[in-house]
């Protein structure tokens, strides 16, 4: 399984950003992305099912939109609106499509480093 995540680098604040992760080598069942930033822990950002149900962390509600391709292999994050309280490095994250009784298998891109000044 690989994901290759693009698409981050410098912005001024009120800019836009859209990332990218590229998923192969299964079939995953949702996809979401993460992002840490220095000297804090990593929060979930905002998630997309299969069937395209999506959930975003309040703040980034209105201005951060994840979508994902009609092969459910690749997933986006258009980021608008940003702030510098948005600067961290963001991980993409896919789960694994399993049978319900089998543990939960998830992995993680690369990470890609956003950077926003004010």
């Known amino acids: 399984v690989q994901l290759v995540e693009s698409g981050g680098g410098s912005v001024q604040a009120g800019g836009s950003l859209r990332l990218s992760c590229a998923a192969s080598?299964?079939?995953?069942?949702?996809m979401g992305w993460y992002r840490q930033a220095t000297g804090k822990q990593r929060e979930l950002v905002a998630t997309?099912?299969?069937?395209?149900?999506?959930s975003y962390v309040d703040s980034v509600k209105g201005r951060f939109t994840i979508s994902r391709d009609n092969a459910k292999t690749t997933v986006y994050l258009q980021m608008n609106s940003l702030n510098p309280d948005d600067t961290a490095v963001y991980y993409c994250n896919a789960v694994e499509l399993r049978m319900p009784s089998m543990p939960k298998r998830d992995y993680w891109g690369q990470g890609t480093q956003v950077t926003v000044s004010s």
């Open positions: 997309i099912t299969y069937g395209g149900s999506t």
């Open positions: 080598g299964s079939v995953f069942s949702s």
